[in-house]
């Protein structure tokens, strides 16, 4: 099994940036493929980003292309999350998953292991 944590959120002004972090514990992280959700109040769970166990393959929702940028330490056992350029609709609950053996998640069934989650505020 592996444990997720997340850090990295807070308050920002739109146009700012932010550094997402996805902490692994337990089960060594490069035997997971690696993804990022968001949850916005009201709205449905959606993948932002997603990894594959090596960080040779990526994954971006048209939301977050060309403004995000995900990758993994594997030694630090830690996924990052870049985020650029935010907008007041980046404003959501960021979730860290997880699949054993996993490529590219994105679909949320498809993740086995959640984080808590990590809250950004994006201002105008």
């Known amino acids: 099994q592996v444990q997720l944590v997340e850090s990295g959120g807070g308050l920002v002004q739109a146009g700012g940036s932010l550094r997402l972090s996805c902490a692994a514990s337990?089960?060594?992280?490069?035997?997971?493929?690696v993804a990022w959700f968001r949850q916005a109040p009201g709205k449905e769970r959606e993948v932002v980003s997603a990894?594959?166990?090596?960080?040779?393959?990526?994954y971006y929702a048209v939301s977050a292309k060309g403004r995000f940028i995900i990758s993994r330490d594997n030694a630090k056992k830690t996924v990052y999350l870049q985020m650029n350029s935010l907008r007041p609709d980046d404003t959501a609950v960021y979730y860290c998953?997880?699949?054993?053996?996993?490529?590219?998640?994105?679909?949320?069934?498809?993740?086995?292991?959640w984080g808590q989650g990590t809250q950004v505020t994006v201002s105008s």
């Open positions: 998953a997880a699949r054993l053996f996993g490529g590219i998640i994105v679909r949320r069934e498809h993740a086995e292991y």
């Open positions: 337990g089960r060594t992280l490069g035997d997971y493929g």
């Open positions: 990894i594959d166990r090596l960080g040779g393959t990526t």
